[in-house]
């Protein structure tokens, strides 16, 4: 059989160290569709990185399914070696592109595993296989799930409701059936955060979050769900930005050999792919400067640099510390032969079937009726109803608040973080369609809207249905949001307009409202937030009317 | 040469009307992503009307350009006959899909006719023909454009910034150079909307608006832009749904034989495409009912019927009409034959270049480099750039407000009419991400805010960047937004919290409001609404400091 990819020995040093540097890029097509020029470049740029530095892959954030269809065949045609393509789709591929399936955080699977644990691991491993199957279908060949870590620190803004759950039981066996799910797709897998980022209330995308747990509590709780997951034959495990000083007292788990090398290498017993959680986040990159952070993680035992904050730079500098003898040239050459092995199973391009024998390019084209058949399906859809629907909570209390009312002219109050983000809220989605269809009128608070002094002259009496999007979000943290709603949910009880409440995302900031809700008024919970989510959530609170 | 459409005779009355007739569809490929389920139909259902019934045409909304690609190759490939695929991208085809050139409504090279006739012309040729080239590239094929109303009431709430102008000249100049631009495209152009959309004050989309001008001055003002688009070889006029007494008592426009036989037909001696305007709209569908609205628009002499409601039930009403002897079945024939005339134009599948004289299907398949080489090129963002710099009007006081002082902890306040629709602002738009970078605080307000009572204690006292997205929308009005705008401003302006404006979109708000501000508050007013015009804006705006 012939490979498609080059005889190691034929490539540079240079070129090897290239294949293990995975540069960021948009997911759309056009340089003026870029929303995050900081870390995105433009097609040039990116067209110089994948074809004439020679990167071992990409990992794309943003556009539509369609449109990475078309962006992955771009990239796959500017390299001369196959590129890993990956991309965040813990909740599956439409929760990054829009088209594909939507599934909700994985916490709502573990909320069905503490009363029916067949029944999630059965779901865990279907919404695998639907993820692994429409990555594919994109050109997408590495899903950067399942997360590993044990959200055991409900204030946790970075993990929370992204985790399988707060236990190791649950998150080892969701987890590992997750990774069964996806294993007859040639798609890769990756566990992370290593060596576990549940117990944190510090997002480690703006600072250095510590672990300070010793080693028993690490092997007893953060390590046993990594274990379970290279057992199920993971194929990449994902470092975290966390400083452990159990395990060592200088670099962060990204930069740390005693963490990589030792621990996940050699105790565990890992054979695929360490891959750097994303080295521009502020804590690696600002602490170790860029280009040493790179040599530091290479040198800690990565073979994959996600997201090095200068790619060029990064190559010169490993190359550098190889010529220098500082890191051996068999590291590098040990990381190529793993990163081959990895594009052996996830890179192949398929047999060409009109000429006998003979290899295409990956992904000659797209068609139309190829995607509409691969993304989406009745089935996947079906799968995400039942998800929502088993984790969903419903209080429908008997003398309802709902019933019997008109609900013409009531108001429907949504709160969310940022009504400027695309995919939660539209004026086509069910938060907004389904009230408005029952005579409610829209209104919309999120983090940008002025004057805050709530008071009955402010507001005019009507009672309302309030809807709080709100989970721990990366990047921007909980709290603010959730002093808002808090706020509006205090003035809208305290002068009875409160008619009925649906909290989507966090079960931990539910918990903490429903007591002091008045025993008439009706709520429902929904781990999810997409538009299935705001269809299901609404569909149970006004079946009580 | 061998045609690529079947004989006329060799089809049925209803395949022949079929072809008569252009559903709606969103451009979007997946059935969950449908914005508009009263409007758009599932592809089960679209597969039917274009496998089964064979209608003519598909008009698309909805997508990026990307999806849009792959969907006009999914409909062609369903379809026996090539389709009539249009769009009303009036404003370039990045007004509708993303990813394509947007460019600033025709108001603004109207704006540019005043002081520089030629270059407003040449403006008007070139945006058509990236227009249409861009089209072609994403597999449209119809361009519902150029305007030709003369918008001569500045309250018109659905013409607007939409029209080429407020007097005959300018209009039929720049529609002419409109309609030249586009010529050497396989794509058809659309003047529009018969016989004159431009003196209403009420939107058609709601109800039906009177135009009580007499004879002469149709003549004089609403016809010579018409008269000067048929001249210029416009490929079809679209129909308005207007009553227009003096030309026709009893039925509106789309519905009229004296206004479209008689005097477009006849008098104007136009030979392309008649289309009416959307079948669906209330004051059509809801005045005449569904099925006869279609059969009285074939009688009044409409090759195509756009949007019924129902369109096998349009179709079958139809036939039963030709059946009657209601209509004669050379009208038919007819409509029939002008759309062969306009789909050898618009639908001819290119020559396969392989093998000789062979037709491929229309798109095969849709390839990223392709798209990539055919959208949003330097050379049409950079057309854009030139009308929106040379549209602009920028006041720099001597003494300005923004001069000399921190702009840190200032509020960047923004008032659009809907925070939840996509396209203009976002938090990657410069409107947003420019004052951001300059130490701004984004401050939102869009229609569904709640709490409208504005004063010193609830709104806290800072230097504050008005940016207004206000413009003449069809379905919604601006009478809402101005009020709520108009608001703002008198309380920053009493406050003297008032810094700097920014308009985009009304250059009729803009003159209603500028009287009022203080002498030492710069502004800018920009015809854009896009994320190009507010880059172009603020930093006029900003080269002040």
Known sequence: MPSFLPQLDSLSLAAQVAQMVVVRASGYLFDHQIRYPAWEPPAKILESWVADLGVGGVILLGGSAAEVALRTQQLQDWAKVPLLIAADVEEGVGQRFAGATWFPPPMAIAAIYQHNPDLAKQYAERMAAITAQEAQAIGLNWVLAPLVDVNNNPENPVINVRAFGETVETVSQLATAFIRGAKPYP????????????DTNVDSHLELPVIPHNLERLRAIELPPFQ?????????????????????????????????????????????????DALVMGAIANGYGANEAAVLAVEAGADILLMPVDPAGAIQAVCSAVEAGRIPPERIRESV?????????????????????????????VQAKELVAQLAQPTAIALVDAILQDSQRVHTPCLSRLANQSLQDNRNLVILDDALERDLVGNYTPAVTIPASKGYQLQLIDSHTPIDALNRSSVPQQPTLLQLFIRGNPFRGSAGLNQTAQKWLNFLRDTEQLQALVIYGSPYIFDQYVPSLPPNVPYVFSYGQMPQAQAIALEALFSMV
């Open 228 to 276: 379970a997951a290279i057992a199920a034959g993971v194929d990449s495990v994902m470092s975290a930005h966390l400083q452990i000083p159990a395990l060592d007292p200088i670099y962060p788990a990204t930069l740390s050999h005693r963490i990589l090398t030792q621990e996940l290498r050699q105790n565990l017993g890992f054979e695929g792919l360490i891959v750097t």
């Open 187 to 198: 798609v890769l897998t990756a566990a992370k955060h290593f060596p576990g980022h549940g």
């Open 337 to 365: 032969e793993r990163i081959w092995t990895a594009k052996q199973k996830a890179c192949a391009p398929p047999l060409k079937e009109t000429t006998s024998h003979a290899w295409e390019s990956i992904q000659p084209s």
